[in-house]
């Protein structure tokens, strides 16, 4: 009998994985995956020792540690995000929803991505979103090393399993970095030409009028972020002159995916204070909105 207790603690724990790893894989929701988990446990928590209870138990808090919930009630704090010393708003995320629109070789239509599809932080590294070679290489060249020091030179670059391209560099104090670039449309060579023959010559002419145009400065930094979102002079540039003409929800987002790339800037504090005097009731948080699944559109009713 004794044997037989053991036996089905264990058979347990077996089941306990095994359906996290198909739960995971079919794609399961997170409510009906708990659900079930309780429901293997309540049938099978009066069988088997004592220490296989204990690792029932143990094997259900780390499961429930992995949770959303619990990730609100308990958050944990990122040493490398902490390290950064960036102020709360830039790790903040605007709700915004892509528009609809037939340019399917813009990644970025009228500036509709959410900030961190363009440019987060993952592994102690940023992760950005990027539409060519050169751009991945102009973008880490501009920004140097997250730690703030200048890149001393690329060193290899590799595309991962999620068709990422990881780029690592050599930064002059001698230390490595690396950055993620989350790829649109891989291979489009097409959509490559686009940034040596458009996106540039935009950014050139944008930079030039700013001072004396400054409504057209925005219009051509607008199209240089519609192909390269996470562009960080243009975005710099769109906070500045929407900050002074009042804008402060552009200035924000835009600040804010800057200083996302260029974590390190030496104009960080100083952008913080003239949002914080400018707009500082639209750096507050914004609600978090529940979720709502779209229903697939019918092509018959359209």
């Known amino acids: 009998m004794a044997n037989q207790k053991v036996l089905s603690g264990s058979f ?6 095994q359906n996290l790893i198909l739960g995971y894989q079919k794609g399961q929701t997170q409510r009906f995956f708990t659900d079930r988990l309780f429901r293997e446990f309540r049938f099978y928590f009066g069988i088997g020792s004592y220490s296989n209870r204990f690792v029932l138990i143990l094997c259900v808090l780390l499961f429930v540690s992995g949770c959303s919930f619990y990730r609100r009630i308990f958050p944990k704090e990122d040493a490398f995000i902490k390290s950064l010393n960036l102020p709360e708003w830039v790790l903040e995320s605007n709700i915004k929803l892509r528009v609809l629109s037939g340019l399917q070789d813009v990644p970025n239509p009228e500036d509709s991505l959410p900030e961190d599809e363009i440019a987060t932080f993952e592994n102690k590294a940023r992760r950005i979103l990027a539409t060519s070679p050169q751009a991945m290489k102009d973008l880490f060249e501009a920004t140097g090393c997250i730690d703030g020091s200048r890149l001393a030179g690329i060193r290899a670059n590799r595309i991962t399993e999620r068709e990422e391209d990881v780029w690592y560099g050599i930064c002059q104090n001698g230390k490595e970095d690396a950055i993620i670039f989350r790829l649109f449309q891989m291979g489009n060579t097409d959509l490559y030409r686009k940034y040596d ?30 192909l390269e979102p996470a ?8 906070g500045q002159l929407y900050l002074k003409g009042g804008y402060c929800k552009g200035a924000i987002r835009n600040y804010r995916i800057y200083l996302r790339v260029m974590p390190l800037a030496g104009d960080k504090w100083k952008i913080h204070e003239q949002l914080s005097q400018k707009c500082g009731g639209f750096l507050k948080p914004e609600p978090k909105r529940e979720e709502v699944e779209l229903p697939d559109a019918d092509p018959d009713a359209m």
Not at 12 to 17: A, G, I, K, P
Not at 216 to 223: E, F, G, I, K
Not at 231 to 238: I, N, S, T, Y
């Open 12 to 17: 347990f724990s077996y089941r306990v994985f």
């Open 197 to 226: 023959k458009e996106t540039a010559s935009a950014w050139e002419e944008a930079r030039k009028l700013a001072a004396n145009n400054p409504d057209r400065a925005v219009r051509l930094a607008n199209q240089v972020i519609e």
């Open 231 to 238: 562009h960080p002079a243009a975005r710099k540039l769109l």
